[in-house]
């Protein structure tokens, strides 16, 4: 098993709604990642794990709070989103720690995020 | 701040002929470098990684790195309709991944 699977794929919520996007891997990798990807521009990089702690937060705004409940799951929370925040949501895994020299990334095949 | 450039493109080759994308980055540390696909509306896919200096070959894919220019590339050959998407360059240089913001290829039949 080689997937990192991502629910939903799509969600449309409002600016006053909370909801949470999963992420799961069975490939036993020990860093976990959240990126956001606009339109047309590279992914950019959100939340980091290693080991199941909290490494980078790459000064993401309060309204976006993740959660690893285990090695295999990873969660965000979304409370008080903004129309700007409307993007491609991307999950990832990697079989190193995170922020070793040999990090190849596998991703999710996302949650497309729409907020009205 | 770390950078990762690369030409957004498109670039435009014919069926069969080899597509090359460049990609320049700024930090001389860099140790990793890779080459993710992007198809549209689709996640990012690893097709190449290469760590040290000169060539790296994966079916039709070759990946060369200079670590002195600073300077990484993809060759495609025999180029396929199928391999139109956007490429996007990854470069580890401390504790995370830089994305450039990817070449899109379009392969005509």
């Known amino acids: 098993d080689t997937e990192v699977t991502q629910t939903p794929k799509h969600l449309v919520m409002g600016m006053t709604n909370k909801k949470s996007l999963k992420c799961e891997q069975h490939?036993?990798?020990?860093?976990m990642y959240w990126y956001k990807q606009k339109a047309k521009k590279p992914p950019e990089l959100m939340f980091v794990?290693?080991?199941?702690?909290?490494?980078i937060n790459e000064s993401v705004p309060s309204r976006f709070s993740p959660e690893c409940p285990n090695s295999s799951l990873l969660n965000l929370h979304l409370h008080a989103l903004q129309p700007e925040d409307s993007a491609l949501y991307l999950c990832?895994?990697?079989?190193?720690?995170?922020?070793?020299?040999?990090?190849?990334?596998?991703f999710g095949s996302g949650t497309q995020l729409s907020v009205l | 701040q770390k950078e990762v450039e690369q030409n957004s493109g498109p670039l435009s080759v014919p069926e069969g002929a080899i597509a090359s994308l460049n990609c320049t980055y700024s930090?001389?540390?860099?140790?990793?470098f890779f080459w993710y696909r992007q198809y549209s509306g689709k996640s990012p896919e690893l097709i190449m990684s290469?760590?040290?200096?000169g060539d790296k070959e994966d079916g039709r894919f070759t990946a060369q790195l200079n670590k002195a220019s600073q300077y990484v590339s993809l060759l495609i050959r025999d180029s396929q309709p199928s391999d139109s998407a956007t490429y996007l360059c990854?470069?580890?240089?401390?504790?995370?991944?830089?994305f450039g913001a990817g070449t899109i290829l379009r392969v005509k039949s």
């Open positions: 990854a470069v580890n240089g401390g504790n995370k991944l830089v």
């Open positions: 290469i760590y040290s200096n």
């Open positions: 490939m036993g990798h020990r860093a």
């Open positions: 930090d001389r540390v860099s140790q990793s």
């Open positions: 794990y290693s080991y199941e702690k909290l490494s």
């Open positions: 990832a895994s990697s079989p190193r720690d995170a922020g070793g020299a040999n990090e190849k990334l596998f």
